[in-house]
């Protein structure tokens, strides 16, 4: 499959995605907030574990929302030269190989790619947990997020001494620490209390602290979406720590959110910019719309290019699962949606570890993967239940620890189920 196509892929399963967080969404609203065309209190629902109905923690009601106010309008040529105020290094275009090499530290070490994953996050946050157990955590010298994998990254970056805080993060929350159940102008819910717990858990220590790795030549990208420009952004979080006070600390908490956003589910994140003394408002989304992980801009990436990676070793995470769920759809929007989404999410996680792994190959460094495995099958009794998010991180953890945490080599690609393989015919049989 070519990378157009992957790229196509991926933004199909990021604009479904917001239809997918919407179907588990739904349930949770009170029986006079659904219309007869969606779902009753009895009608299953598609899933991407078995998920019984019940859940755990109930967000609370949005109260009605303003219509937004317009926005200021801009020109393509002044989105693609806009900069945010103060700080021109905070962060570049993810098509721009220059900047990308720019910004890489001047010395090759370890990187870290995290991936997109929602709720299974807390399998990140479990196997990193699980490798400073280990002691095979190394220093990283670049660590990239993309949505889920973006708020693990900044703990993941700062060390092993904040360990605890992303156990908590992905351990002890719920829903209602997530959104608010209410349409709001630009989305199913609203997600005020995500905002919230970003503004908690990412602590001005916790920003110093980036930047002192900052200054010392490592970097974290986090990467959103530009919606308007439809093209993927990289932040430098660490320049953008670096940078200090109550404006750099309010950009680096929107970027979280924003990288975040699932499109359509989630409000959509308005970064200030200027360009050419001109003042304006860009709308981030989600970096999973580009891509379920970053290591690198896509020309960099292509088969044809003979560049090579300046890193030591290729780490990459994968916050989800990559066998097919077997199960009888439902015959139901939501159903079929999340079966899709999570069938396609998975083929674009594939491809884009396939590329990752020639890339490695190329350049002549190692290449490890860990993704959540098979055999992990805790039942999940709606989003970010706390039960099975625990069950995950300790799955995580327990992976992290083990004597072989990560693979060389991308998962083998499912085959046929067993049930369905025939056995070769014995030469000669009658």
Request: charged fraction near 20%.
């Given at each position: 499959?070519?990378?157009?196509a992957?790229?196509a892929?991926?933004?199909?399963?990021?604009?479904?995605?917001?239809?997918?967080?919407?179907?588990?969404?739904?349930?949770?609203?009170?029986?006079?907030?659904?219309?007869?065309?969606?779902?009753?209190?009895s009608?299953?629902?598609?899933?991407?574990?078995?998920?019984?109905?019940?859940?755990?923690?109930?967000?609370?009601?949005?109260?009605?929302?303003?219509?937004?106010?317009?926005?200021?309008?801009?020109?393509?040529?002044?989105?693609?030269?806009?900069?945010?105020?103060?700080?021109?290094?905070?962060?570049?275009?993810a098509?721009?190989?220059?900047?990308?090499?720019?910004?890489?530290?001047?010395?090759?070490?370890?990187?870290?790619?995290?991936?997109?994953?929602?709720?299974?996050?807390?399998?990140?946050?479990?196997?990193?947990?699980?490798?400073?157990?280990?002691?095979?955590?190394?220093?990283?010298?670049?660590?990239?997020?993309?949505?889920?994998?973006?708020?693990?990254?900044?703990?993941?970056?700062a060390?092993?001494?904040?360990?605890?805080?992303?156990?908590?993060?992905?351990?002890?929350?719920?829903?209602?620490?997530?959104?608010?159940?209410?349409?709001?102008?630009?989305?199913?819910?609203?997600?005020?209390?995500?905002?919230?717990?970003?503004?908690?858990?990412?602590?001005?220590?916790?920003?110093?602290?980036?930047?002192?790795?900052?200054?010392?030549?490592?970097?974290?990208?986090?990467?959103?979406?530009?919606?308007?420009?439809?093209?993927?952004?990289?932040?430098?979080?660490?320049?953008?720590?670096?940078?200090?006070?109550?404006?750099?600390?309010?950009?680096?908490?929107?970027?979280?959110?924003?990288?975040?956003?699932?499109?359509?589910?989630?409000?959509?994140t308005?970064?200030?910019?200027?360009?050419?003394?001109?003042?304006?408002?860009?709308m981030?989304?989600?970096?999973?719309?580009?891509?379920?992980?970053?290591?690198?801009?896509?020309?960099?990436?292509?088969?044809?290019?003979?560049?090579?990676?300046?890193a030591?070793?290729?780490?990459?995470?994968?916050?989800?699962?990559?066998?097919?769920?077997?199960?009888?759809?439902?015959?139901?929007?939501?159903?079929?949606?999340?079966?899709?989404?999570?069938?396609?999410?998975k083929?674009?996680?594939?491809?884009?570890?396939?590329?990752?792994?020639?890339?490695?190959?190329?350049?002549?460094?190692?290449?490890?993967?860990?993704?959540?495995?098979?055999?992990?099958?805790?039942?999940?009794?709606?989003?970010?239940?706390?039960?099975?998010?625990?069950?995950?991180?300790?799955?995580?953890?327990?992976?992290?620890?083990?004597?072989?945490?990560?693979?060389?080599?991308?998962?083998?690609?499912?085959?046929?189920?067993?049930?369905?393989?025939?056995?070769?015919?014995?030469?000669?049989?009658?």
């Open positions: 499959m070519t990378m157009d992957s790229r892929i991926c933004a199909v399963a990021g604009v479904l995605s917001a239809l997918v967080i919407y179907t588990a969404v739904v349930p949770l609203l009170p029986a006079h907030a659904q219309t007869a065309s969606g779902p009753s209190a009608a299953p629902r598609g899933n991407l574990r078995a998920r019984t109905r019940k859940v755990p923690s109930q967000p609370p009601i949005a109260a009605p929302q303003p219509k937004p106010l317009p926005r200021t309008p801009f020109t393509a040529a002044e989105d693609a030269a806009a900069a945010i105020p103060g700080m021109p290094d905070a962060r570049f275009w098509d721009s190989t220059d900047d990308f090499n720019n910004a890489l530290p001047s010395k090759p070490g370890p990187w870290l790619i995290l991936s997109s994953g929602g709720e299974d996050g807390a399998f990140g946050a479990g196997l990193l947990n699980g490798l400073t157990a280990s002691g095979k955590r190394p220093d990283y010298s670049v660590v990239t997020g993309v949505s889920t994998g973006a708020l693990i990254a900044p703990f993941a970056f060390g092993a001494r904040y360990d605890d805080a992303l156990r908590d993060a992905f351990t002890k929350i719920t829903s209602a620490d997530i959104f608010e159940i209410g349409a709001t102008p630009e989305s199913f819910v609203n997600t005020w209390p995500l905002k919230d717990l970003i503004a908690k858990e990412i602590t001005p220590q916790l920003i110093a602290d980036i930047a002192a790795q900052y200054r010392a030549g490592r970097r974290l990208f986090v990467i959103t979406t530009d919606l308007d420009a439809e093209r993927t952004v990289v932040w430098n979080m660490g320049a953008i720590a670096a940078h200090g006070g109550e404006a750099a600390r309010e950009l680096f908490r929107n970027v979280l959110l924003a990288s975040t956003s699932i499109p359509g589910a989630f409000p959509p308005l970064i200030d910019v200027e360009a050419g003394g001109k003042h304006f408002a860009e981030n989304v989600d970096g999973g719309v580009g891509g379920q992980f970053f290591v690198a801009p896509a020309p960099l990436m292509a088969a044809a290019s003979a560049y090579k990676l300046p030591s070793e290729l780490y990459v995470v994968v916050d989800s699962g990559l066998q097919p769920t077997s199960e009888v759809v439902p015959r139901s929007i939501e159903a079929i949606l999340t079966q899709s989404v999570d069938m396609m999410v083929v674009d996680t594939r491809l884009m570890l396939d590329r990752a792994y020639l890339v490695a190959r190329r350049s002549g460094i190692g290449f490890n993967v860990a993704s959540i495995p098979q055999d992990f099958h805790a039942p999940s009794r709606g989003a970010f239940d706390p039960d099975y998010m625990k069950a995950l991180f300790q799955a995580g953890f327990n992976l992290g620890k083990s004597a072989a945490p990560f693979n060389a080599v991308p998962p083998p690609y499912p085959g046929p189920p067993e049930s369905q393989v025939q056995e070769p015919e014995k030469a000669g049989a009658n």
